[in-house]
C-alpha cells in the first residue's frame, strides 16, 4: 500500500509535490491506518477511495494547477537531453496511442491482468518461500528425523526422547538442538476462555534460533511462566505493555504468568501459535520406542548436512545399551537411518510445489500476453511501413526508428504496471485468504518493495519483449513501398506472427492439460467414500472441567446424559462421542495384543480412539459384524469395536466377535471385541484407513482419559444448529469453552482445500491463456484476411465460392494451430510429471485429459479462425480492388 | 480580499476555513474536523485536501504555522495550517452570504422567522 502510495504521489506535478508530498503520503497512511480498525470490507473500501482520490488529483494538478511555488533550476547536461528525449517520445508515444484507443485499451487490460496475477503469486511465493527465515543464520537451521527401513514404523518419524538428549550431549556436528511441537489447549482470562494453539518446545529453542522477546524476558521452564505471540497481544491484550507479570491459567489449568511477548515475525512453527510454555526435557521420562518429537537443530559451523549424518547414526544405535528397551527395540534401532533436512523445506512443507507451479502458470500467461501484444505492435508497424520508409529516406536512423517504435511498448507496459499494482493489490488479500491454512509466513504477505521491483522489472521486461521484435522489423522498413505506392500483400513477416501464435497455442494447451488433470484429481477426491459422510453431520468438542467428574464412570456418565440432552433437540437424529473427530484430529498410534498373540515382541502397530453413544450410526460407518457401543457399554469398561482393517489383520478370515484385545494405551486391560465396522479414513482422502480399535469413553487410568471428546450429531441443521448446542452446552456447563465446531462437509472441504486451490488458480491462468491465444490467432487471421482482402476479392470475382474462401482462411488458422497443439503435447508430457504429487486417481499421462485438452484447443482455434474466415468470404470484391 | 474574491469557495474550502477558525491544524486533523463539522456529508481524503490547502494558501487565506511546542509525533515533524486575517474574513464573508441565502430558503418555504 505504502508504495502504491508514494507512486501515485509522485504522479503529482513536482513542484506541488515538492511541497505537499510527504504531507499527503502521511495523510494517506494515517486515513488507511484508521479504516483498518473499522474491519475489512471498510478498509478496503477506504483503500480504494484513497487511491482514486490521489490518482484523480494528480491529474487535476496537472490540469489545473493550485500551486505556482517557485522551482528550482537546473542544468542539463547530455543525460539530461537524452532523458528530454525520451520524454518527448513517451509524449509522442502516447498521443500516438491515445489515437487509437480500442487498441491501447487492449493491449492495457491484457498486460495489466497478467503482470497483476504475476505480481500477485509473487509476492506470496516470496513471503513464504523466498524470504530469509527471521532466525540467526538459517541457513544453518535443520530439522532431524529418523528411519527404519524394514520396520512398521512411518518412513520417516519423529525421534524418540533417548536419541534427542544423546544428539545433545554428544553429537559435534550439532551445536545445538531443541524439541518442538504443537497442540490446541485452553487459555483463561477474566472475561475469556478459548483453545488456541500452543507450542511447548525446548526453552533451548529461543537461543538456537537466536531470537530475543519484544518485551520481559525468554521463560524459565522451571517455574510456571509463558511467552505469548505478538497477535495475542496485540488481539487479546491492546498490546498493553502490563501484560508482563500477569498470570492465567492455560494448557492444563495451570496459572502460568506471561514473562515476555515475542516479535510479530516470530512464528515457530506457525503463524497461528499464541503461548509458548518452553520445558527442559526430563531424561527420567525416557521409554525407549516412543518416538515422535520433533527436533530442530543448528549445524555446526563448517559442517554440513550430509557430514553430520555418520556420527548420528552411530550416537542413535549406541543407545538400547545406554537406555535399555525390548528386544525389539533394539533390533530395530540397529536399522536406525537419521534425516537431516533443511528446517525452511519442514516448515514449508507440501507449499513449495503449488506455489512454483502457480508462478510458472502466471509466467506462461504473461509469456502469452506478451506474444498478443507483440504481435499487435507487429501489425501496426506493418501498417506504418510507409511512413517509416518516409522517415528513414529523410535521414532518421536506426536508433530513432527504435526508440519511437520501442516507446510506445514502454508506454503500454508503463501504464499496465501501474494498473496490474492495483489488481495485485486487491488480490493478495484475496489470494492469501484462499490459501489453505498452515503456510508459514502467510500473514506476512503483502506489497513490499520486493513485489513492487519485480512488478516493475516485468512490467520493463514485458515492455521491451512487447516491443522489440517489431521495432526491429520498422527500423529496416522497405523503400521500395515509396516507389509503387502499393499496399504489400506479401506474406512477408507472417513466419513470425504465425510462430507467435504457435507458441501462444502450446502454451494453452500445457496450462489446459495442466489444469484438467487437477479437475479430474479434484472429481476423484471427492468421489472417494472416506466410510463416513459428511452431509448433515456436526462436530464440536467442549472440555467441561467440572469437579465432581473427578472418576472414569462419573465422568463417562456425564456425557452419556449430554448426549441424550442433545437428542432430545428438535431436529436432531443421532448423537455420538468419538475422541478424534476424522479429518480434524489424528488418532493415537498404539501397539495391539490379542488373547491369541499376547507377545508384546510380536503386537501389531494399530490406532486407537474413543467412542460412545451413536457415534457409528451418526457418522454413517456401518457395522459390520456384532454391534456398536451402548450407553451400559459407556460408563462399564469392558467392550470394544474393531476396525475392518485391523480385524483382518489380527484375526484374518476369522470371526473377532468375543476376542480378547489389549493395546498400550490401556495396558494389561483386556477388552472384549463386541463389534466390527466399516474402515474410515482418518486425515484425508489420499490416505489409507487406519487400523483402529475403538474404546469405550470411560476410561480406566488418566493415561486413557479423555479431556475433550468430540461429539458428532447427525441433523438436518448441521449448518445452522451450533447456536442451540452453545446455549445448551452454556447451561450443563458454564465454564467450558466449545470450540472446534465444524460440519464433516467443511472438514472434508478444509482437507482438500490444497488441491482445490492449486486447481482453481490453474483453470483460471488456463482459462486467461486459452482466451489470449484465441485473441492472438483471431487478430492474425482478420489481420491476413485485410492484407489479402483484394486477392480475395479477385477470386470472389472470378466466381469462387464463399463457402471456399471460408474454407481457405480456416485451414490457415487450423495449420498454426494444429503444430501448436503439437508442440503443446510435449509440454504438457512435463507439466503432468511436475504435478504429480497433486495428482489423486489420475496418471500424469491420462489419456482422457489429454484428448480432452486437445479438443477443447482446436475447437477454440477453429472458432477464432471463423470470424475473419466469415468477414473474408463477405468481401465485396469491387470494394476491395478500388483500395488505394 | 474581497467578498468577490471567495464567490469561488467550494464547500470544501469553506469547511476547512471553519476547521481552522478554532486554531491551527496538521493535516489529517483538518480531515478530521471537516468530517466531524460537516456531519460526514465532506471527508477530505488526501489529494483532495492538499489541493484545497495549496489553493488556500495562495489565496493568502491559510499560512503555514509553527506548531504546538509540545507535541511530539514520531517521524517527520508535521505542519501546521492556521487562518490569516483574510482568511478569517473571507469565512465571516462568506457565512453571512450562506445565512443570508439559508434565511431566503426559509421564507420562501414559509418557514422564516416572523
Known amino acids: 500500500m505504502n508504495g502504491l502510495v508514494r507512486l501515485l504521489v509522485r504522479l503529482h506535478p513536482a513542484r506541488f509535490r515538492e511541497r505537499f508530498g510527504a504531507e499527503m503520503a502521511e495523510h ?17 473500501a477506504r483503500r480504494i477511495a484513497v487511491l482514486v482520490d490521489l490518482s484523480t488529483s494528480a491529474i487535476a494538478e496537472h490540469a489545473r494547477p493550485t500551486w505556482s511555488g517557485t522551482r528550482g533550476t537546473r542544468t542539463r547536461d547530455g543525460a539530461g537531453t537524452m532523458v528530454m528525449e525520451w520524454i518527448r517520445e513517451t509524449r509522442l508515444a502516447t498521443r500516438a496511442l ?65 536419541f534427542y538428549l544423546d544428539f545433545r550431549e554428544e553429537a559435534s556436528g550439532l551445536e545445538e538442538v531443541a524439541t518442538f511441537n504443537l497442540f490446541t489447549s485452553t487459555f483463561r482470562t477474566d472475561d475469556r476462555v478459548e483453545r488456541i494453539p500452543m507450542s511447548s518446545p525446548d526453552v533451548s529453542l529461543f537461543g538456537l534460533l537466536g531470537v530475543e522477546p519484544l518485551l520481559g524476558r525468554i521463560a524459565d521452564p522451571e517455574r510456571n511462566e509463558a511467552l505469548i505471540s505478538h497477535a495475542m497481544w496485540t488481539n487479546w491484550f491492546g498490546q498493553d505493555p502490563g501484560i508482563i507479570g500477569r498470570a492465567y491459567p492455560m494448557m492444563d489449568g495451570t496459572t502460568r504468568e506471561i514473562v515476555g511477548v515475542m516479535k510479530e515475525d516470530f512464528l515457530f512453527p506457525n503463524d497461528r501459535v499464541m503461548v509458548w510454555v518452553p520445558n527442559a526435557p526430563d531424561p ?55 534425516i537431516v533436512r533443511p528446517l525452511e523445506e519442514e516448515l514449508v512443507g507440501e507449499a513449495r510445489a503449488p506455489l512454483w507451479l502457480l508462478m510458472a502458470a502466471v509466467g506462461v500467461v504473461l509469456l502469452i500476453a506478451c506474444a498478443n501484444i507483440g504481435n499487435l505492435f507487429a501489425v501496426r508497424a506493418e501498417g506504418r511501413g510507409r511512413d517509416l520508409a518516409v522517415r528513414r529516406a529523410i535521414g532518421a536512423d536506426r536508433y530513432h526508428l527504435i526508440r519511437s517504435q520501442l516507446s510506445e511498448s514502454i508506454v503500454i507496459s508503463g ?119 459428511v452431509e448433515n453431520v456436526f462436530t464440536f468438542q467442549f472440555a467441561p472441567e467440572e469437579a465432581h467428574l473427578v472418576d472414569g464412570p462419573t465422568w463417562a ?56 453413544g451413536d457415534y457409528f450410526e451418526a457418522m454413517g460407518i456401518s457395522v459390520v459384524a456384532g454391534r456398536g457401543f451402548t450407553d451400559d457399554d459407556a460408563i462399564t469398561p469392558g467392550n470394544a469395536v474393531v476396525s475392518r482393517t485391523l480385524a483382518q489383520t489380527l484375526w484374518p478370515g476369522e470371526d473377532p466377535i468375543g476376542r480378547q484385545i489389549e493395546s498400550t494405551v490401556m495396558p494389561d486391560s483386556w477388552h472384549t471385541v463386541v463389534g466390527m465396522v466399516e474402515d474410515v479414513l482418518q486425515y484425508d482422502m489420499r490416505g489409507e484407513p487406519e487400523p483402529l480399535i475403538y474404546y469405550p469413553i470411560v476410561f480406566e487410568n488418566t493415561e486413557a482419559q479423555v479431556t475433550s471428546p468430540g461429539y458428532v450429531i447427525k441433523t438436518e441443521r448441521a449448518e445452522t444448529i451450533a447456536p442451540d448446542i452453545r446455549a445448551l452446552v452454556r447451561e450443563i456447563a458454564p465454564s467450558a469453552p466449545m470450540y472446534r465446531t465444524f460440519t464433516m462437509k467443511g472438514l472434508l472441504d478444509r482437507a482438500n482445500a490444497p488441491l482445490t486451490f492449486t486447481m482453481i488458480a490453474l483453470v483460471i491462468a488456463a482459462g486467461m ?114 483500395v488505394d | 480580499m474581497t ?32 468530517e466531524r463539522e460537516s456531519g460526514g456529508a ?73
Open chain 1, 28 to 44: 494517506a497512511r494515517a486515513d488507511v491506518e484508521r479504516a483498518r480498525a473499522a474491519g475489512p470490507g471498510k478498509a478496503v
Open chain 1, 769 to 882: 491463456s486459452l482466451l489470449l491465444g484465441a485473441i492472438g490467432l483471431f487478430g492474425v487471421l482478420s489481420y491476413v484476411v485485410s492484407q489479402r482482402s483484394r486477392e480475395i476479392g479477385v477470386r470472389i470475382a472470378l466466381g469462387a465460392e464463399t463457402s471456399r474462401v471460408q474454407r481457405m482462411v480456416v485451414a490457415q488458422g487450423a495449420r498454426v494451430v494444429a503444430i501448436g497443439v503439437g508442440l503443446g503435447m510435449l509440454g504438457a508430457l512435463g507439466v503432468g510429471r511436475a504435478i504429480e504429487g497433486l495428482l489423486f486417481g489420475v496418471r500424469p499421462l491420462d489419456p482422457g485429459t489429454f484428448v480432452a485438452a486437445t479438443a477443447v484447443m482446436l475447437a477454440v482455434g477453429l472458432a477464432a479462425s471463423w470470424f475473419p474466415a466469415r468477414r473474408a468470404s463477405t468481401i465485396d470484391p469491387i470494394v476491395s480492388m478500388r
Open chain 1, 284 to 338: 527420567s521420562t525416557v521409554n525407549p520406542g516412543n518416538f515422535g518429537l520433533n527436533v530442530v537443530g543448528r549445524l555446526a559451523e563448517g559442517v554440513d548436512r550430509e557430514a553430520v549424518l555418520p556420527e548420528l547414526q552411530a550416537i542413535a544405535r549406541r543407545a538400547p545399551e545406554k537406555w535399555g528397551g525390548s528386544a525389539r527395540y533394539a533390533e530395530a534401532v540397529a536399522g536406525f537411518i537419521p
Open chain 2, 3 to 34: 467578498t468577490s474574491d471567495t464567490q469561488g469557495m467550494s464547500p470544501l474550502d469553506y469547511h476547512v476555513l471553519l476547521a481552522l477558525a478554532s486554531g491551527a491544524l496538521y493535516g489529517y486533523a483538518i480531515t478530521e474536523a471537516v
Open chain 1, 98 to 162: 491515445a489515437r487509437s484507443p480500442g487498441f491501447t485499451a487492449a493491449s492495457v487490460a491484457t498486460l495489466a491482468l497478467a503482470l497483476g496475477a504475476n505480481t500477485a503469486i509473487f509476492a506470496v511465493l516470496d513471503t513464504v518461500l523466498l524470504e530469509p527465515m527471521p532466525y540467526e543464520e538459517p541457513a544453518e537451521l535443520v530439522y532431524l528425523a529418523g528411519s527404519i527401513p524394514g520396520s512398521d514404523l512411518p518412513d520417516e518419524f519423529g525421534l524418540g526422547l533417548e
Open chain 1, 415 to 533: 501504464v499496465s504496471g501501474l494498473a496490474a499494482l492495483a489488481l495485485a493489490w486487491f488480490a493478495i488479500p484475496a489470494v492469501v485468504s484462499a490459501i489453505p491454512d498452515g503456510l508459514p509466513r502467510i500473514t506476512q504477505v503483502s506489497l513490499d518493495t520486493r513485489a513492487l521491483g519485480f512488478a516493475t522489472a516485468m512490467s520493463l521486461v514485458a515492455g521491451l519483449a512487447c516491443g522489440i521484435v517489431p521495432a526491429f522489423h520498422a527500423s529496416r522498413p522497405n523503400l521500395s513501398r515509396l516507389r509503387d505506392g502499393s499496399r504489400g500483400s506479401t506474406r512477408r513477416g507472417s513466419f513470425g506472427r504465425d510462430a507467435l501464435v504457435v507458441a501462444q497455442t502450446a502454451l494453452a494447451l500445457v496450462l489446459l492439460t495442466g489444469s484438467g488433470l487437477l479437475v479430474r484429481s479434484f472429481q476423484a477426491l471427492y468421489s472417494v467414500d472416506p466410510g463416513y459422510e
Open chain 1, 557 to 612: 456418565a456425564f456425557h452419556v446424559e449430554t448426549m441424550n440432552r442433545i437428542r432430545a433437540m428438535p431436529g436432531v437424529e443421532s448423537v455420538g462421542i468419538v475422541e478424534n473427530v476424522p479429518l480434524d484430529e489424528g488418532v493415537r498410534g498404539v501397539r495391539v495384543r490379542t488373547a491369541e498373540n499376547p507377545d508384546p515382541e510380536t503386537s501389531v502397530l494399530g490406532s486407537a480412539t474413543l467412542a460412545a
Open chain 2, 42 to 114: 465532506v471527508i477530505p481524503r488526501a489529494g483532495t485536501l492538499y489541493r484545497v490547502l495549496a489553493r488556500l494558501v495562495s489565496w493568502g487565506l491559510v499560512e503555514e504555522r509553527a506548531g504546538p511546542a509540545e507535541e511530539s509525533h514520531p517521524g517527520r515533524p508535521r505542519r501546521w495550517y492556521g487562518l490569516t486575517a483574510e482568511g478569517r474574513q473571507a469565512l465571516a464573508d462568506e457565512s453571512r452570504r450562506l445565512g443570508e441565502v439559508a434565511e431566503l430558503a426559509m421564507r420562501r418555504l414559509g418557514m422564516g422567522r416572523p
